[in-house]
């Protein structure tokens, strides 16, 4: 049974940094590739940010080009999201996923097979 546990939500100004948590277990976590994504009150939810199972490739949406940094901890089984330059359009609850298929990369959130409960991000202005 994989779980995925996501911390480091909170509430920042516009223009300040949260740095999101991301800890795996139950699966090899350094075979997998694995995103972030987010959903704001009455959108659908939308990707944000994906690693490589290796952490050689990052990709990211347009919104959060430059602002937004994807790293992984294999040894921690972790992932990381630091957002930085945070904007009240940010706010959302931000979702890490893992994919359904080792050795595997992807921004659709139909190839990520497990998701964590997610965390509340407020920017307020």
């Known amino acids: 049974q994989v779980q995925l546990v996501e911390s480091g939500g909170g509430l920042v100004q516009a223009g300040g940094s949260l740095r999101l948590s991301c800890a795996v277990s139950?699966?090899?976590?350094?075979?997998?590739?694995m995103g972030w994504f987010r959903q704001a009150p009455g959108k659908e939810r939308e990707f944000v940010a994906a690693?490589?199972?290796?952490?050689?490739?990052?990709y990211y949406a347009d919104s959060v080009k430059g602002r937004f940094t994807i790293s992984r901890d294999n040894a921690k089984n972790t992932v990381y999201l630091q957002m930085n330059s945070l904007k009240p359009e940010d706010t959302a609850v931000y979702f890490c996923?893992?994919?359904?298929?080792?050795?595997?990369?992807?921004?659709?959130?139909?190839?990520?097979?497990?998701w964590g409960q997610g965390t509340q991000v407020t920017v307020s202005s």
């Open positions: 690693i490589t199972w290796s952490g050689g490739r990052t």
């Open positions: 139950g699966r090899t976590f350094s075979n997998y590739g």
């Open positions: 996923a893992v994919h359904r298929f080792a050795y595997r990369s992807s921004l659709d959130e139909k190839d990520f097979g497990s």
